[in-house]
């Protein structure tokens, strides 16, 4: 299994950011905590961060072209405004998890509205960075139902 794990606006200041909301783990931290987790269960993961929305949208089309199997996904600030995030995970047909290291739900209202939702088969939220960990395996497990089931859609093609 293959899954790309991307990062949104600002993740890349973790443990320097509202440490309160985020905790004190660095995202180089977070990305060697997260390779560890996917080689000691055969998962390959290829981990990115960027600022930039238009690049978001680029990886996850990309990720179809290179037939990933799985997507992991913080969008940061564009959970709330994008719909061309939305729209991107929609046209690709790969299963995707929603992470959110903070409880976005207890936080202000406009963090309460998640355009990427709907085309996500899990959102995890306020777990920390072990949130990450939880979506790997959602991953995984979703992967195990749908090739148990022959379904269609349990590789990303």
């Not at 680029?58 to 564009?78: H, K, L, R, S």
């Not at 072990?130 to 790997?136: D, I, K, P, Q, S």
Request: hydrophobic share 35%; aromatic share 8%.
């Amino acid at each position: 299994m293959k899954i790309y794990v991307l990062n949104g606006p600002n993740l890349n200041m973790l443990g320097i950011r509202e440490p309160a909301h985020y905790g004190k783990t660095s995202y180089a931290d977070l990305v060697a905590k997260i390779e560890e987790y996917c080689r000691d269960r055969g998962v390959t993961a290829v981990c990115r961060q960027t600022n930039h929305e238009g690049t978001l949208v680029d990886w996850i089309q990309e990720a179809y072209f290179e037939e990933i199997d799985g997507i992991v996904i913080n969008p940061g600030a564009y959970t709330h405004t994008s719909i061309a995030l939305l729209d991107a995970v929609k046209s690709v047909g790969i299963p995707t998890v929603e992470i959110h290291i903070s409880k976005v739900e207890e936080r202000e209202d406009f963090r309460q509205v998640s355009y990427i939702r709907a085309a996500c088969i899990k959102t995890i939220t306020g777990h920390g960075t072990h949130g990450y960990l939880e979506a790997v395996d959602a991953l995984l497990e979703h992967g195990k139902s749908a090739s148990e089931k022959g379904a269609p859609g349990s590789s990303c093609k």
